[in-house]
C-alpha cells in the first residue's frame, strides 16, 4: 500500500479544530431537532404511539443506522485517501439536501429512503470529524480535544432533542415540515462555517490508493476490536430511547417544554464536564474512565429499572442523577484510546469502526426494544434493560482483563 509522507499535525491544526467542532454541533443539531419530531411526522399525530405505529416508526428510523452502517467504512477510505475537509463537506451538503426533500413528504417508504441516505452522509461526518480531532492532537492532549468533541457532538443532540420537543408541543402537526426546513437551515450554517475554516487548512494526501489490505491493517485486531464493542451496547439503549423517549414522556403526562428544559440542562452539564473527563484521561488513563463511565450506564440502568418497580423517590432520582455524570466519563476515554491505536494513515478508516458498532447498536436497539415492546409490553422493555447492562459490564471487563495482561507482559518482557 503506497503512502504519502505526513507531517504530525495537519498545518492550521486549529482551524481543522474550530471546522470540526462547528460543523459536528450544526450536523447533531440538526439531527436531534427531526429525531424528536420524526414518530408524529410520520404517524400525523402528537400524542402517544401504539403497538403498531411504534414498529412502523422503529423500521423507518432504523434506516439511518443501516445506512451509516453499510457505507461508513467506505467514507473512512476516502478521508484517509483524499482527506478529511472534502470528506465532512461532501457529507454536510448531502444532508443539507436530504433534508430539505424530506419535508416535502410523510410517506413511509420515502422517508425511509432519505433516512438511509442521511445515514450514509452521517457516517461521513463522524469518520472524518473523529480521524481530524485525532490528526490535530497530541497523544498527551487528545483526551481533553476528544472530550471537547463529545461535548459539541452531544450538545448538539441534547439542544436538538430539546427545541424539537418543545416545538412538538407547540406547533399543529400541519406544521412539523418546517421542522425539517429549519434542520436544512442548521446543516447550511454548518456546512458554511466548515468550508471557511477549511480553506486556510494544508492536508496532504494520505494514501495513493486503497483495498482490502487497509481494512485488514487497520481493523483486525484485537485491542482495536474490544474498545469499540463496548459502544455497541451502549447504543443498544440510545436507539431504544430515540423511539420511546417522546412517547413516554407524553404518556405520563410530561409536558413536552419542561422536558425540553430538563434535556437542555444536561446539555450544559455535558460542556462543563466532557472536556474535564477527556483531562482526567490523559493525566490518570483511559482505562480508569472508562471503566467509571461503565459503572455509571450500569447504575442509570439500575436506577431506571428501581424507579419502574417503586415510583420516583427522590433516592432512586439521586442516583439516576449522579450514574449519569459518571457515564458521562466514557466517551472521551474510549475515543482518545480508539484514536492513540490508530495508525496515521490509517486513522479515518480505523475512527470508522466507531461508526460502525454504534450503527449497529442503534439498529438492534430500535428493532429488539420494539419487537419485545410489541410481544410483552414494559415486562420486554425491563428484559431489553436487563440484557443490555449485563453485556456493558462483560464486554468492559473482557478489556480491562486484556489490557492488564498486556501491562503486564510488558513489564516482564526483558528489555534487549
Not at 87 to 93: E, F, K, Y
Not at 159 to 167: E, N, P
Not at 316 to 336: D, E, M, N, R
Request: charged share 10%; hydrophobic share 55%; glycine share 14%.
Amino acid at each position: 500500500m503506497a503512502t504519502v509522507p505526513t507531517p504530525a499535525v495537519p498545518e492550521g491544526a486549529p482551524l481543522l479544530l474550530r471546522a470540526v467542532f462547528g460543523a459536528t454541533f450544526f450536523v447533531r443539531f440538526a439531527f436531534g431537532l427531526t429525531v424528536s419530531v420524526f414518530a408524529a411526522y410520520l404517524e400525523g399525530h402528537c400524542t402517544g404511539l401504539v403497538g403498531g405505529e411504534v414498529g412502523l416508526v422503529g423500521l423507518v428510523t432504523a434506516a439511518s443506522p443501516i445506512g451509516e452502517l453499510s457505507t461508513v467504512l467506505l467514507s473512512g477510505m476516502h478521508a484517509d485517501r483524499y482527506g478529511r475537509g472534502p470528506v465532512l463537506l461532501a457529507g454536510t451538503a448531502a444532508a443539507l439536501l436530504l433534508f430539505l426533500a424530506l419535508s416535502f413528504t410523510r410517506s413511509a417508504p420515502l422517508l425511509g429512503l432519505g433516512n438511509l441516505l442521511f445515514g450514509v452522509a452521517s457516517g461521513a461526518i463522524l469518520a472524518a470529524s473523529l480521524a481530524a480531532v485525532g490528526d490535530a492532537s497530541q497523544r498527551e492532549e487528545r483526551g481533553f480535544e476528544m472530550g471537547r468533541f463529545d461535548a459539541v457532538n452531544l450538545l448538539g443532540w441534547v439542544m436538538g432533542f430539546a427545541v424539537g420537543f418543545a416545538l412538538l408541543g407547540t406547533l399543529p402537526n400541519e406544521a412539523l415540515p418546517w421542522v425539517f426546513r429549519l434542520g436544512a437551515l442548521l446543516l447550511a450554517a454548518g456546512f458554511l462555517f466548515a468550508w471557511l475554516e477549511l480553506r486556510a487548512v494544508k492536508e496532504s494526501p494520505r494514501l495513493s490508493s486503497v483495498g482490502l489490505s487497509l481494512l485488514r491493517e487497520a481493523l483486525l485486531r484485537r485491542e482495536v476490536l474490544l474498545v469499540t464493542l463496548p459502544w455497541f451496547t451502549i447504543y443498544l439503549l440510545l436507539g431504544a430511547g430515540f423511539v420511546y423517549l417522546g412517547s413516554a414522556a407524553s404518556g405520563v403526562g410530561v409536558p413536552p417544554t419542561e422536558l425540553a428544559a430538563l434535556i437542555g440542562g444536561g446539555g450544559l452539564l455535558l460542556l462543563l464536564t466532557q472536556p474535564g473527563y477527556g483531562r482526567l484521561a490523559d493525566r490518570y488513563g483511559r482505562l480508569r474512565l472508562m471503566v467509571i463511565g461503565t459503572a455509571g450506564f450500569i447504575g442509570i440502568l439500575a436506577s431506571v429499572g428501581l424507579i419502574a418497580a417503586y415510583g420516583a423517590r427522590p433516592e432512586l432520582l439521586a442516583a439516576t442523577g449522579v450514574s449519569a455524570v459518571a457515564a458521562l466519563a466514557y466517551g472521551p476515554a474510549a475515543l482518545a484510546q480508539l484514536t492513540d491505536l490508530s495508525h496515521r494513515i490509517t486513522r479515518g478508516t480505523t475512527m470508522a469502526l466507531y461508526s460502525v458498532v454504534v450503527s449497529a447498536g442503534m439498529i438492534v436497539g430500535l428493532a429488539g426494544s420494539s419487537l419485545l415492546f410489541t410481544a410483552l409490553g414494559t415486562r420486554g422493555i425491563e428484559l431489553f434493560l436487563g440484557a443490555v447492562g449485563v453485556t456493558l459490564a462483560a464486554l468492559t471487563s473482557a478489556w480491562v482483563v486484556d489490557a492488564r495482561r498486556l501491562s503486564a507482559a510488558a513489564v516482564t518482557t526483558p528489555v534487549r
